[in-house]
C-alpha cells in the first residue's frame, strides 16, 4: 500500500477526536484534521489569534479580511463561536483549557521532546509563534508528520538534532505509516501501514520501537488530494 | 473642558512620538493592523526606534517600510520571516548584517509581556520555551515540580492600535479577529492611538465596548 497522503493522514486523526474536545490545530496538514470530525460531534477548534470556534474556511464572497485564523486563512464561524483577544487566547493555551493540540513537526524525540519550529532555513529569520505555548501547556500533543525526512532519514529520533520547541510534551504521532504513542519507556507502535514489516518500520525510525500487543493495520479510506 | 480624543488626520494622531520610543502595533494573520498610523510615522520619520509587533513584516502590513527606511534599531516579535517569499526583505539584510536587533518571544510570552506591564507587573514565571534555545539564558525556577522561565514585562512609549468604531471618550468595538494585539498593548503604553473604521456621535453602550476608553488617547478615523 502506498504511504497516507496528507488527507488521510487528516481522516486517521480525525477519528481519535472525542465529542466536546476543545483543540487547536496547527499549521499546514494539521488545519485539515477538522474537515474529518463528525458532523454531528460539537468540536471547538480554538485558534491562537483568539477565535474560539474555527468554522469550514469561508467562500469567496463571504469572505470577511477580519474573520482569520491564525494561518491568514479567511474562515466561518461555528455556532456559539466567541472571539477573544491574543492575551486571554494565549491564556486559555497556557492556562491548560485546550484539551488536544495537533501540531506538525521537524522531529520527535522517544522522550517526548519535540522540534518543529526551526529547521535551520539559511537567510531566514526566525519564526516561533505559538508552537512554544501550545506544546507546553496543552492537555495533550499530538503530532502529525511524515515518517521521514525527503532524503529518507528518520523524523523518530532517540534526540533531537533541530531546536527544540518543548520537552517531553508529545503524547502521540501520526506519519503516513504509522500511529504510535510516547510512553516513559520510548515510542509504541498501535498501527502499521500493511505491506511494511516491523522490521522495515524499524529500520526507518531513529529509536528503538516496542508494538503494542493489539498492533494493527493502518487503514484509511482513499481520498485524492485536490489538484495542483 | 468635555473629551474628545479625535484627531482630524493621521499625522496629528501620531506627533510626538519620538527617536528611541518603543511602539506596539496590533495586527494579525492579517487583521488589525493600524497601517494608516504606520504610513504617518513613516513620514514623521523618528529614528532608533524599538517595534513591538507580533510578525516583523507581515506581508498585509506596512512595518517593513519603517525597517526599510533605517527607522528601527530593535524588533520585538514571535515571527520574524520576510515580508516577501522569494525575496530578502528589508529586514532579513538587515538582521544578516548585524544591523537591526531581534528578540523573538513565543508568541504567548510576547503578549503576556505586555499584558503583565498594563497590569504593573515587571516579570513573571512561564513554562513555556523552558528547555529551548528561546530561554537561553533566563532564570529558571521549579515550582511543585515543574520547571518555569522568568520573562519580564514589555512597557511601550506608543501603541497604534485598529478597531472598528469609536466614541468621542476612545471607548472601542473591534470586528472579529482585528482584536488580537490591540486590548494588551493598550493597556502597557503610554501614549495609544487607534485607528478606527467608524465613529459614533452616541456613547458606544457600555455592555459593547470591547476595551474601555481610559486605556485610548487618541483617535484617528480611516474608515474602512
Known amino acids: 500500500m502506498k504511504p497516507l497522503n496528507r488527507l488521510q493522514m487528516a481522516w ?3 477519528q481519535d477526536i472525542e465529542d466536546g474536545m476543545v483543540v487547536n490545530l496547527g499549521l499546514g496538514m494539521p488545519v485539515g484534521v477538522s474537515d474529518y470530525v463528525p458532523q454531528d460531534f460539537d468540536v471547538v477548534v480554538q485558534s491562537e489569534n483568539g477565535i474560539i470556534g474555527v468554522g469550514p474556511l469561508a467562500s469567496a464572497n463571504a469572505a470577511d479580511s477580519d474573520l482569520v485564523d491564525a494561518g491568514s486563512r479567511k474562515v466561518t464561524l461555528r455556532a456559539g463561536a466567541t472571539i477573544i483577544d491574543s492575551a486571554a487566547s494565549f491564556a486559555m493555551i497556557r492556562g491548560g483549557h485546550i484539551d488536544v493540540t495537533i501540531l506538525g513537526a521537524f522531529e520527535v524525540a522517544s522522550n517526548g521532546d519535540l522540534a518543529n519550529w526551526d529547521n535551520r532555513i539559511p537567510d531566514k529569520g526566525p519564526l516561533v509563534g505559538g508552537a512554544m505555548d501550545l506544546a507546553a501547556s496543552a492537555q495533550a500533543v499530538w503530532v502529525m508528520m511524515e515518517h521521514n525526512t525527503r532524503k529518507g532519514g528518520p523524523r523518530l529520533l532517540e534526540a533531537c538534532t533541530l531546536p527544540l520547541t518543548a520537552v517531553r510534551c508529545v503524547k502521540r ?13 520510548g515510542f509504541l507502535v498501535h498501527e502499521i501501514l500493511p505491506g511494511i514489516s516491523r522490521v522495515e518500520l524499524q529500520r526507518r525510525t531513529g529509536a528503538p520501537l516496542a508494538f503494542a500487543p493489539d498492533c494493527k493495520d493502518l487503514i484509511t479510506p482513499d481520498i485524492a488530494l485536490p489538484e495542483a | 473642558m468635555a ?3 479625535r484627531r482630524a488626520t493621521a499625522a496629528e494622531a501620531v506627533a510626538g512620538i519620538g527617536d528611541g520610543a518603543t511602539v506596539m502595533l496590533s495586527g494579525f494573520a492579517g487583521a488589525g493592523f493600524a497601517n494608516q498610523l504606520v504610513a504617518a510615522l513613516l513620514d514623521l520619520g523618528p529614528r532608533n526606534l524599538t517595534l513591538v509587533v507580533n510578525s516583523a513584516t507581515h506581508r498585509l502590513s506596512n ?29 532579513e ?6 544591523k537591526i536587533e531581534l528578540e523573538v518571544l513565543p508568541q504567548g510570552t510576547f503578549v503576556e509581556s505586555i499584558r503583565a506591564a498594563g497590569a504593573g507587573i515587571p516579570a513573571y514565571f512561564t513554562p513555556t520555551a523552558f528547555g529551548t534555545d528561546l530561554a537561553a539564558g533566563k532564570e529558571v525556577r521549579n515550582f511543585d515540580g515543574r520547571d518555569y522561565v522568568l520573562e519580564k514585562s514589555i512597557p511601550g512609549d506608543a501603541a497604534l492600535i485598529r478597531a472598528d468604531v469609536a466614541d468621542r471618550w476612545g471607548n472601542l ?10 486590548p494588551a498593548m493598550a493597556t502597557a503604553s503610554k501614549l495609544v492611538v487607534a485607528e478606527v473604521r467608524a465613529f459614533s456621535d452616541t456613547p458606544i453602550p457600555p455592555e459593547q465596548v470591547m476595551l474601555s476608553g481610559v486605556f485610548v488617547d487618541r483617535i484617528f478615523v480611516a474608515g474602512a
Do not use: W
Open chain 2, 63 to 91: 512595518t517593513h517600510e519603517l525597517i526599510a527606511a533605517g527607522m528601527v534599531r530593535k524588533v520585538i516579535c514571535s515571527a520574524a520571516r520576510g515580508h516577501d517569499k522569494s525575496a530578502l526583505s528589508a529586514f
Open chain 2, 173 to 182: 468595538t473591534f470586528h472579529h479577529a482585528q482584536m488580537n494585539f490591540g
Open chain 2, 93 to 98: 539584510v538587515l538582521y544578516k548584517e548585524g
Open chain 1, 12 to 14: 486517521r486523526v480525525g
Open chain 2, 3 to 5: 473629551i474628545e480624543k
Open chain 1, 173 to 185: 504521532v501520526y506519519t503516513d505509516i504509522a500511529v504510535l504513542s510516547v510512553m516513559p519507556q
